[in-house]
């Protein structure tokens, strides 16, 4: 049965009220991941440049393909090949599970303890258009954004990089090339006094092909941000 997208949100609204919070990998009721099996989470522990997966000391990418991406480096929550992170990140983008914001931030910000130079960094999600926000009622990257900001007490910018394009989802776009020419020219800087000189982590729930996060990349480039690194719950 194929639902029109306010039947199925509102379907899932109600399936959401029949059945109670149960953790998705043990079961034990009242969160959606409990305690013990978040800190059980294996987090990405290699560091590589993530365009040729060559070993470095950080998640920055390697020399040789620094003309490959406007990104200096990606850090990566987790595999996207652990399940229990598999089933979250699909419940809190296509279920329209808000409260998996918070245990998917905290993979984000593990992996952001001892980052160097950390607090000169400014905060950006990548952005939704304003008719797919309103739809889906919040931007998930937005919230792990904001999770992250406010941990290490670092400045949010959430209304200076615009999706300016209503794009056709990456995920049903298939080979690479054509997801690069989907998203090309989506995204927009209309506050570039706010960008100019700062050194940027752009956040976003998963990356694929990092097609969505160079665009962006390039976009804050060229309204003059210093350095722009993204970081994403898991690398699809
Ligand atoms: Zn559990
Ligand atoms: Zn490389």
Redesign the pocket.
């Given at each position: 049965m194929i639902l029109k997208p306010h039947l199925q949100k509102f379907s899932v609204y109600i399936l959401d009220l029949l059945f109670p919070i149960e953790c998705i990998s043990c079961g034990e009721e009242g969160k959606w991941i409990c305690a013990h099996c978040l800190a059980a989470i294996k987090l990405n522990a290699e560091d590589?440049?993530?365009?040729?997966?060559?070993e470095?000391k950080t998640s920055r990418?390697?020399?040789?393909?620094?003309n490959?991406s406007y990104l200096s480096g990606l850090v990566i929550g987790v595999p996207y090949s652990d399940s229990v992170i598999k089933k979250a990140v699909h419940l809190f983008k296509y279920r329209f599970l808000q409260d998996l914001a918070d245990p998917l931030a905290e993979i984000l910000i593990k992996q952001f303890n001892g980052f160097a130079g950390l607090k000169d960094f400014v905060v950006i999600p990548v952005p939704l258009h304003k008719k797919r926000r309103r739809w889906r009622g919040f931007n998930q990257s937005a919230l792990l954004a904001s999770a992250l900001a406010k941990r290490y007490g670092l400045k949010l910018l959430d209304d200076a990089l615009v999706r300016t394009k209503n794009t056709i989802p990456q995920v049903e776009v298939a080979d690479r090339r054509k997801r690069i020419d989907n998203i090309k020219n989506a995204f927009g800087v209309i506050k570039s006094e706010s960008i100019k000189d700062k050194k940027i982590i752009l956040v976003d729930d998963v990356a694929t092909t990092m097609a969505t996060l160079d665009e962006c990349a390039r976009v804050l480039r060229l309204a003059g941000a210093k350095e722009v690194w993204a970081t994403v719950v898991a690398r699809g």
């Open positions: 590589h440049c993530p365009i040729c997966a060559r470095g990418i390697c020399f040789d393909c620094r490959k």
